[in-house]
């Protein structure tokens, strides 16, 4: 059975950092990915990370936040640096098969976890 479990998520001041986890576990992905739901608004993409280490990221968080992986661990990591009040969402983990940012192509969701970014 696929799951992916995110982790660290949190409130935090503006100009601050976080890192987000996600563990995977049933299989090992070609792409594994980052989105995020403002309230009120729809999911959108914030960074992909394929097996050879090749990452891709939206214009929005580009300079500030840094995909990596760790592929004996099977996870996932977003490290969030000099974070906006405006990044404050709920932040998915999403796995699949091809190199994309298209939300409907990804596979396998985690349930999200809690990004808060005070002003």
């Known amino acids: 059975q696929v799951q992916l479990v995110e982790s660290g998520g949190g409130l935090v001041q503006a100009g601050g950092s976080l890192r987000l986890s996600c563990a995977a576990s049933?299989?090992?992905?070609?792409?594994m990915g980052w989105f995020r739901q403002p309230p009120g608004k729809e999911r959108d993409f914030v960074t992909a990370?394929?097996?050879?280490?090749?990452?891709v990221y939206a214009d929005s968080v580009k300079g500030r936040f840094t995909v990596s992986r760790d592929y004996a661990k099977n996870t996932v990591y977003l490290q969030m640096n000099s974070l906006k009040p405006e990044d404050t969402a709920v932040y998915y983990c999403?796995?699949?098969?091809?190199?994309?940012?298209?939300?409907?192509?990804?596979?396998?969701w985690g349930r999200g976890t809690q990004v808060t970014v005070s002003s």
């Open positions: 999403a796995a699949g098969g091809a190199w994309t940012i298209r939300r409907s192509d990804y596979d396998y």
């Open positions: 049933g299989r090992t992905f070609y792409t």
């Open positions: 990370i394929r097996t050879d280490g090749s990452p």
